[in-house]
């Protein structure tokens, strides 16, 4: 079974608009991280922002914020303002276990194009 | 820091040939990661080290694959004998297990099999 989520294989947004990439996950422990990657055509692996399952507020970084749903299990980023840079691979991601046998489980990504 | 290094950036082989991916972790980073990447499959899990010690190595895909890590600061992941189904990208991450840390990725190794 898909742990990771990721349902938009690709989007377009408009220079400067704010787009939503969304992520379900599905897991039984209490504990875990949610991350998000992004990966542009040059093909390194980013990281943008994290939350974890007991954080109460929704993470923010800059123009990336995660909207996180616990009892929906959905970690949706935000881009605000988005700029001809954030085309790129972005990838959701699950960090689960416990201490020293934690793993990072991706979803599938979505391919955001940025028009100008 | 430098980062996590891998190397070779690119690998073109021959089917049949061994090939070895090489990684260096982070100074001080106790996990160690190996992933795929293609497009039909997305990024693959294939084993995790903790403090050199494998995990689990259920990822992997077929015993031509194995992977080691004799010290804190060098992993392998070996394919003997390599296919051209085996052409990918293959990253290596490292991090430690502090809450909220993240995975930090190599530049990944290019491998075409031809």
């Known amino acids: 079974a898909q742990k990771i989520t990721q349902t938009q294989p690709g989007m377009f947004v408009q220079e400067k608009e704010a787009v939503t990439l969304d992520c379900t996950y599905d897991t039984s422990d209490q504990s875990y991280g949610l991350f998000w990657y992004k990966q542009p055509s040059s093909g390194e692996m980013i990281f943008l922002i994290y939350?974890?399952?007991?954080?109460?507020q929704n993470a923010t970084e800059g123009r990336y914020s995660l909207n996180f749903q616990k009892a929906r299990k959905s970690a949706n980023l935000v881009i605000s303002a988005s700029q001809l840079g954030d085309s790129a691979m972005y990838f959701c991601?699950?960090?689960?276990?416990?201490?020293?046998?934690?793993?990072?489980?991706f979803g599938t990504g979505t391919r955001l194009k940025v028009l100008a | 820091d430098a980062g996590v290094i891998q190397s070779p950036r690119h690998e073109v082989t021959e089917m049949g040939q061994e090939v070895t991916l090489r990684c260096k972790p982070i100074s001080g980073h106790n996990s160690l990661f190996w992933y795929r990447q293609t497009m039909m499959r997305g990024l693959e899990l294939l084993i995790y080290f903790n403090n050199n010690v494998p995990i689990d190595d259920s990822g992997m895909p077929e015993d031509r694959f194995s992977a080691k890590m004799p010290n804190a600061s060098f992993s392998t992941l070996k394919i003997q004998p390599s296919e051209p189904r085996d052409s990918a990208v293959y990253f290596c991450?490292?991090?430690?297990?502090?809450?909220?840390?993240?995975?930090?990725f190599g530049q990944g190794t290019r491998l075409t099999v031809v």
């Open positions: 991450a490292s991090t430690t297990t502090g809450r909220g840390t993240e995975a930090f």
């Open positions: 991601a699950m960090r689960e276990g416990s201490s020293g046998t934690y793993k990072y489980i």
């Open positions: 939350q974890g399952s007991y954080d109460e």
